[in-house]
């Protein structure tokens, strides 16, 4: 399995919502239209199939990128990441199968500073 970076840009705020339903269903939001996917290569064009099919593919763009493997999913950064490492995650049974949906953190675990 490898880490990707997927990105998108959607025109219009509908099928924004619906492309955001799609990759939070597999992907770890990290910003607001980045996540991170940790899967095969075929996953990851299951994916971006699934994102394309509710996308206008003549003014909406998915895009992704493949982390070296000795790339940490923290990568580098300035300023104030958003928490990656949820913590609590929702076991949730349905049509796609088993999936973790990560839970909603009122504060951050750690910043910058106590790590110092």
């Known amino acids: 399995m490898a880490m990707f970076v997927v990105a998108y840009d959607i025109a219009d705020p509908r099928r924004l919502q619906r492309v955001a339903r799609v990759m939070e269903r597999y992907a770890l939001r990290t910003q607001r239209s980045v996540f991170l996917f940790r ?3 075929r996953e990851l064009e299951a994916l ?3 994102a ?3 996308m206008d593919l003549r003014a909406d763009v998915v895009q ?3 982390l070296r493997s000795e790339e940490t999913f923290l990568g580098r950064c300035r300023g104030l990441p958003g928490w ?3 913590d609590a995650a929702i076991a949730s049974a349905g049509a ?3 999936r973790l949906v990560p839970g909603r953190s009122a504060s951050r ?3 910058d500073e106590e790590d110092r």
């Open 52 to 54: 394309a099919a509710v």
């Open 48 to 50: 971006l199939d699934s």
């Open 39 to 41: 899967g095969t290569v």
């Open 64 to 66: 992704a990128w493949q």
């Open 109 to 111: 675990a750690s910043t």
């Open 84 to 86: 990656l490492c949820p």
């Open 96 to 98: 796609d199968g088993l």
